[in-house]
């Protein structure tokens, strides 16, 4: 086999790798969408915890124990505790290779971002997490189950 055919074949070999890679990293970019999430904790303008789900209440034994979901699908996000529904839309408007940016306005929350991406623990082990801010008020922190 010649010089020529064997640069060729290792040039196509690596523009194939490099294809994978990029639908790879195209793909490990989480949506909003992808999953269910659970309130992990809930602060106030100050950053301390007025509220968390039941699985962050002994992190925080202060704290007002909230058991809300959130879940999103085709422009409409719905917040849901046992005793409430709260409805609202979103749009992405920004996407990086690490996680994605988004607009929301719910029903008598107001506006707000929201920023979902993955959380590396200590563990080494990768969480995926939505983080919802309305400037002023409060800050969510979910994790998708």
Not at 1 to 25: C, D, E, P, V
Not at 68 to 96: M, N, P, S, W
Not at 98 to 107: H, N, T, V
Request: proline share 3%; net charge negative.
């Amino acid at each position: 086999m010649s010089l020529k055919k064997k640069r060729a074949i290792a040039l196509g070999m690596a523009l194939a790798l490099l294809a994978i890679f990029a639908i790879y990293a195209a793909r490990s970019v989480i949506k909003v969408e992808d999953y269910a999430w659970s309130l992990d904790t809930l602060q106030n303008a100050e950053g301390q915890v007025v509220a968390c789900g039941p699985g962050a209440a002994q992190d925080h034994p202060g704290a007002e124990q909230l058991s809300l979901t959130c879940t999103a699908k085709d422009g409409t996000v719905t917040f849901q505790t046992e005793e409430d529904t709260r409805q609202g839309t979103y749009r992405q408007t920004q996407r990086e290779a690490y996680g994605r940016l988004y607009a929301m306005e719910i029903k008598d929350w107001g506006w707000g971002h929201a920023f979902c991406s993955w959380t590396e623990l200590d563990t080494g082990e990768r969480r995926p997490t939505l983080v919802l801010t309305f400037p002023k008020e409060y800050t969510l922190y979910f994790t998708g189950e």
